[in-house]
Nanobody, 125 residues
Framework: QLQLVESGGGVVQPGGSLRLSCTGS????????IGWFRQAQGKEREGVAC????????WYEDFVRGRFTISRDTTNNAVYLQMDSLDVEDTAVYYC??????????????????WGQGTQVTVSS
C-alpha cells in the first residue's frame, strides 16, 4: 500500500521561498495523480495544486497561481511544491495526497485515499 511522506516545511519570512517534497513508498509515484493541500489552524483543508499522472498537466488554485509550482521528479520518485513569494496567509500544515482512479487530477480531497502526515509551513517576520 502506497505511503506518502512530506518534507521541506519550516519557518520563512514573508516574501521567502520553500520547496516541499512528497515521496512515495512505492517506486511508481508517476502513476498517481498528486495533490497538495493545506490546512491552517481553525480552518478547513483546502486544495493548493495538483498534477496528473496521464499527461503531467497541472492545476493551481487562484490564491497560489503564479507563486507556487508543482512538478514531478521521476528519478527520485517525488513530487515537489515550489513556493515563492510566501505570505503570512500561506501558514498552514501542507499535505500531499495520491489517487489513481481518474485520468486528470482535481483538488477535491474526497477523491484522494492516500495522504501523508503533513509538514508545517510558517511564514512570519
Amino acid at each position: 500500500q502506497l505511503q506518502l511522506v512530506e518534507s521541506g516545511g519550516g519557518v520563512v519570512q514573508p516574501g521567502g521561498s520553500l520547496r516541499l517534497s512528497c515521496t512515495g513508498s512505492e517506486s511508481n509515484l508517476e502513476a498517481y495523480n498528486i495533490g497538495w493541500f493545506r490546512q491552517a489552524q481553525g480552518k478547513e483543508r483546502e486544495g493548493v495544486a495538483c498534477i496528473s499522472w496521464s499527461d503531467d498537466s497541472t492545476w493551481y488554485e487562484d490564491f497560489v497561481r503564479g507563486r507556487f509550482t508543482i512538478s514531478r521528479d521521476t528519478t527520485n520518485n517525488a513530487v515537489y511544491l515550489q513556493m515563492d513569494s510566501l505570505d503570512v496567509e500561506d501558514t498552514a500544515v501542507y499535505y500531499c495526497a495520491a489517487e489513481n482512479r481518474i485520468r486528470i487530477a482535481t483538488l477535491s480531497p474526497i477523491l484522494y485515499p492516500t495522504w501523508g502526515q503533513g509538514t508545517q509551513v510558517t511564514v512570519s517576520s
